[in-house]
């Protein structure tokens, strides 16, 4: 197929007025024989729940949690970009969308990057409406902070919870529709297929969690808000539940899934402490503004250190080195996450890491304090500072926080066109769920700015350009395909029962996150990729030959919705090695090692990879067909990025 | 691996867990045993432990209700010992470490008890009461579009804090689960105040209230007796001066009522 990404013809800052001027409507009497599924309740799906609702769709929206507002967005801590220039520091939308194309290493495409941009400031206005309670000044006016990747302060936040109170504005909006009967709510609802007809996404297939009844449910679109794909690592700073089935599953009925090895690693996690870990915590990218990122200047040190020998606040101020202030004296300390994080392993690489392990480095907050007092500094991350100290037994205003690099969100996800529709008409893409905005690499604050973007903004105008051509003709469940997926979904769930093998799902999933974290993590290599491949083949065999669950289908079986996602993850993670082995450069989060600059820095090769990578499902253990969409860069140079 | 303290000794600690296959079906309390539980891993990473023993075995795992593990979703809601979310105070389950019990120690684990909360199964109950009562006014009527500029709502910072202050609730039922009389005046009051202390919530001001209230009350949670255990147990300290405030607003709702129905 060829991708046509729709882009609006004009000049960048014109498109999207335009493109909102051309698309069809559905009048408002007609709005109401239309019906839409949202799946997923976080920042993009809530928001365009509410948001369709509001408009007059019927709509449907499910969720896996016993409630909407349990999705992952909640964890968000740092912030929420908009380029409203309140600081008087010269923000634009111009600059916005250039910090994000630069940030993402030029492997995310214009038009939709600068169209997010541009609705920046709707988000901020809309949410402060709905009774968001955002930090403010003295004087009663929004409060800004700073964020990785850009030189201006254009954060806007709840102290160390924004993620957590916008998600409650969109969450309170679609309760009020869920009020009003305009959006049926399904909770604890898994999705598990998506119903084509005739090329068209006509509907889903779900497993109601609590009494395992398999549904069919039907509509004229489907919205897929499905979140992220970090676990397929098992360890990351996502939920526990985060999973990619839904958006593999719609992979599967002939939506492209684009970029997969572009993964983020966050620089600033609590390190892991032994094997039975479970997940790893994210410390804010805000920490940056105020901790200074350090490791021992030797070896030596080091290794006192490691054994336990000296601590941290023993080591004198010259014996210390700040690499990313040395490294990168405009940006310090506040380089984007790709290139902190990739300094932190060059560090414990060099046998410079602290903690046990020597797998850490530190994030002080030594000077902060007392310049400000700790008081100050409660006031600004107290929750932070309280969350490291339950989980570590240290106490961060006395000694530094011992911070490594943990996989942390994922750029790559479905393909979509402009309209944020993906490769099946009808079937609609948003949020962390599809690739569109960050290319090779997010900046902080970014994801939730991205989700309320295509929730609130986005989809409202382009899925109605789609409904008007539709016939408003109720959609027959009748139809042979939704018993096709429904029978599917049946066989899967009875495979998986039946098996009746001797390791447990969590076992299988520890294997795969290992081989992925290895071979196709902050750094890869094309050997290591080769021989990742081969271990996933096997492990997928393994899996399909040794899992073990117990219990039925027919009740709540938590062991056997693990089984479902570890086996989706195990197909991603084959197809995310092949797109890292396809893709000859390093740009972003995606570092293969053969790539890079003579100070170590990701070397793009923009002749031949400035394109997106689509991956075409072909069948079952048949090679992914690799299609690509060139991009194309009229308003920014592309340049190697420089934070120095 | 060692942890962070690497002189702490691994722990064997007994479990009575409560099983329940369903919500119809009779619960009772269920004698396990772990070993090797590292004072490092976190209350939930010992269940898990517990369940890959269990599921080696053949047999079924606890379903208990978590996720994002970071103190955050409000989703884990383990009655610990007698108390909501175990001995910490100001701490969900997820966030409660086992260097906080002892080797030997022998642990009660139940679901949140209160009739509102139903159990799905083990220790998995269905809090959906809590989101009817949101839909019956947890929020500003605003649509999507049309809202005015963000700093056209000056919000003196100390009120913009208070109201933030009473938004952190997780919503994960702790408060109910405290409480003598399993009511939910701590939650409900959390978001009344929020939003009756922000200009933005004043037009719906009398209403919310109301219909909170009702509903509340329509969900079969108890009345509120000033005991305060609510927000002793609250795991991100939500204040008790929420539900003053939530009284005088219900009285003065009450007084002057638009609600008509």
């Known amino acids: 197929m060829l991708l046509d990404s729709k882009i609006p013809e004009g000049s960048l800052a014109e498109k999207w007025d335009k493109h909102k001027f051309n698309v069809k409507l559905v009048n408002p009497a007609n709005k109401r024989k239309y019906d839409v599924i949202v799946v997923g309740t976080g920042l993009a799906g809530g928001a365009a729940a509410a948001s369709l609702a509001e408009l007059g769709y019927n709509v449907k929206a499910f969720t896996y949690h016993d409630s909407p507002r349990r999705a992952h967005s909640i964890a968000a801590q740092g912030g929420i970009n908009a380029a409203k220039n309140y600081q008087n520091d010269g923000d634009s939308v111009f600059r916005l969308f250039y910090d994000t194309i630069?940030?993402?290493?030029?492997?995310?495409?214009?038009?939709?990057?600068?169209?997010?941009?541009?609705?920046?400031?709707?988000i901020i206005d809309q949410c402060v409406a709905q009774g968001v309670p955002f930090a403010r000044e003295y004087g009663g006016l929004l409060a800004n902070r700073s964020f990785g990747g850009a030189q201006v302060s254009r954060t806007f936040y709840a102290r160390g919870q924004t993620g957590q109170q916008l998600l409650l504005g969109a969450y309170s909006a679609l309760s009020r529709q869920i009020a009003y009967g305009k959006v049926k709510m399904y909770t604890r609802s898994e999705m598990l297929d998506v119903v084509v007809v005739d090329g068209q996404a006509r509907g889903i297939v779900t497993r109601n969690v609590i009494t395992g009844e398999i549904e069919t449910h039907a509509a004229h679109a489907v919205v897929l808000a499905t979140g992220g794909y970090g676990n397929v690592f098992y360890l990351s700073t996502n939920a526990m539940y985060c999973n990619v089935t839904a958006a593999w599953r719609a992979h599967k009925r002939g939506a492209y899934f684009a970029n997969p090895c572009f993964t983020q690693i966050h620089p600033t996690c609590i390190p892991v402490s032994g094997d039975y870990q479970s997940k790893l915590t994210l410390m804010s990218e805000s920490l940056r503004n105020d901790?200074?990122?350090?490791?021992?200047?030797?070896?030596?040190?080091?290794?006192?250190?490691?054994?336990?020998?000296?601590?941290?606040?023993?080591?004198?101020?010259?014996?210390?080195?700040?690499?990313?202030?040395?490294?990168?004296?405009?940006?310090?300390?506040?380089?984007?996450?790709?290139?902190?994080?990739?300094?932190?392993?060059?560090?414990?690489?060099?046998?410079?890491?602290?903690?046990?392990?020597?797998?850490?480095?530190?994030l002080d907050f030594a000077d902060i304090i007392k310049r400000t007092g700790a008081e100050a500094v409660s006031q600004k991350y107290g929750n932070l500072f309280a969350m490291y100290e339950k989980i570590t037994d240290e106490d961060p205003y006395k000694l530094p926080m011992?911070?490594?690099?943990?996989?942390?969100?994922?750029?790559?996800?479905?393909?979509?066109?402009?309209?944020?529709?993906?490769?099946?008409?009808?079937?609609?893409?948003?949020?962390?769920?599809?690739?569109?905005?960050?290319?090779?690499?997010?900046l902080g604050a970014s994801a939730l700015m991205q989700g309320l973007a295509d929730g609130y903004f986005v989809i409202p105008y382009t899925i109605g350009d789609y409904l008007a051509s539709t016939p408003p003709k109720p959609v027959d469940t009748n139809h042979p395909a939704f018993a096709e997926s429904k029978a599917y979904v049946q066989a899967r769930t009875e495979q998986l029962l039946n098996i009746k093998g001797n390791r447990t799902p969590d076992e299988f999933h520890k294997v795969l996150g290992h081989i992925m974290w290895e071979y196709c993590g902050m750094a890869r290599t094309a050997d290591g990729l080769r021989k990742a491949k081969g271990m996933i083949q096997q492990l997928k065999k393994d899996f399909w030959n040794d899992v073990k669950v117990v219990g039925s289908g027919e009740e709540m079986n938590q062991a056997l919705e693990k089984a479902g996602r570890v086996a989706d993850f195990i197909e991603l993670g084959e197809l995310m090695v092949d797109d890292a082995l396809n893709r000859n450069e390093s740009c972003g989060g995606h570092f293969r090692e053969e790539y890079q600059t003579p100070e170590g820095e990701a070397l793009r090769d923009d002749e031949n990879y400035a394109y997106v990578a689509a991956w075409e499902y072909a069948g079952e253990n048949q090679p992914e067909k690799l299609n690509k969409e060139e991009l194309v860069f009229e308003n920014v140079k592309l340049t190697q990025r420089s934070y120095k | 691996?060692?942890?962070?303290?690497?002189?702490?000794?691994?722990?064997?600690?007994?479990?009575?867990?409560?099983?329940?296959?369903?919500?119809?079906?009779?619960?009772?309390?269920?004698?396990?045993?772990?070993?090797?539980?590292?004072?490092?891993?976190?209350?939930l990473e010992m269940l898990d432990v517990l369940n890959e023993d269990l599921l080696r075995g053949g047999q079924d795992p606890v379903a208990f209700d978590h996720d994002c593990r970071e103190g955050i979703c409000g989703s884990c809601d383990l009655f610990i010992n007698g108390r909501s979310h175990g001995p910490e105070k100001g701490t969900t389950t997820c966030q409660l470490h086992m260097r906080k019990f002892s080797d030997g120690d022998t642990i009660t684990i139940e679901p949140w008890r209160a009739n509102s909360f139903p159990v799905n199964k083990d220790l998995s109950v269905d809090r959906s009461a809590f989101d009817r009562i949101i839909q019956a006014g947890g929020y500003v009527s605003v649509n999507t579009g049309g809202a005015p500029d963000g700093n056209e709502i000056p919000i003196p910072k100390e009120i913009s804090d208070r109201a933030f202050e009473a938004a952190t609730c997780i919503g994960c039922g702790a408060c109910v689960a405290a409480c003598k009389n399993a009511s939910a005046m701590l939650f409900v009051s959390a978001k009344v105040s929020q939003l009756s202390l922000l200009p933005q919530g004043h037009v719906e001001r009398k209403t919310r209230v109301e219909n909170m209230v009702a509903q509340m009350d329509k969900e079969g949670f108890g009345a509120c007796t000033n005991i305060g255990s609510c927000a002793a147990e609250c795991p991100v300290g939500i204040s008790l001066e929420n539900i003053a405030i939530l009284n005088r607003e219900f009285l003065a709702a009450k007084a002057t009522s638009n609600n008509l129905a």
């Not at chain 1, 984007?336 to 020597?358: F, H, I, L, Q, Y």
């Not at chain 1, 008409?425 to 962390?432: D, F, V």
Request: proline share 5%; net charge positive.
């Open chain 1, 102 to 122: 630069k940030g993402g290493d030029y492997r995310a495409r214009e038009a939709n990057v600068y169209r997010l941009a541009q609705v920046s400031v709707n």
């Open chain 1, 291 to 362: 901790g200074r990122v350090w490791v021992p200047a030797t070896k030596e040190i080091a290794e006192r250190l490691r054994k336990g020998e000296i601590t941290a606040t023993d080591i004198k101020e010259e014996d210390r080195d700040y690499f990313l202030e040395r490294k990168y004296p405009a940006f310090g300390n506040l380089v984007p996450r790709d290139v902190a994080s990739r300094n932190a392993k060059m560090m414990c690489d060099e046998g410079r890491g602290v903690g046990s392990t020597g797998l850490a480095v530190y």
């Open chain 2, 1 to 43: 691996m060692a942890g962070s303290n690497p002189n702490a000794k691994p722990m064997n600690l007994t479990l009575n867990v409560w099983r329940q296959p369903n919500r119809q079906a009779q619960g009772k309390i269920v004698e396990y045993h772990v070993k090797d539980i590292s004072p490092d891993m976190s209350f």
């Open chain 1, 402 to 442: 011992r911070i490594y690099p943990a996989v942390h969100y994922t750029m790559g996800g479905l393909w979509v066109d402009y309209n944020l529709q993906t490769t099946v008409p009808g079937l609609y893409a948003t949020g962390e769920c599809n690739f569109s905005d960050h290319g090779a690499n997010r």
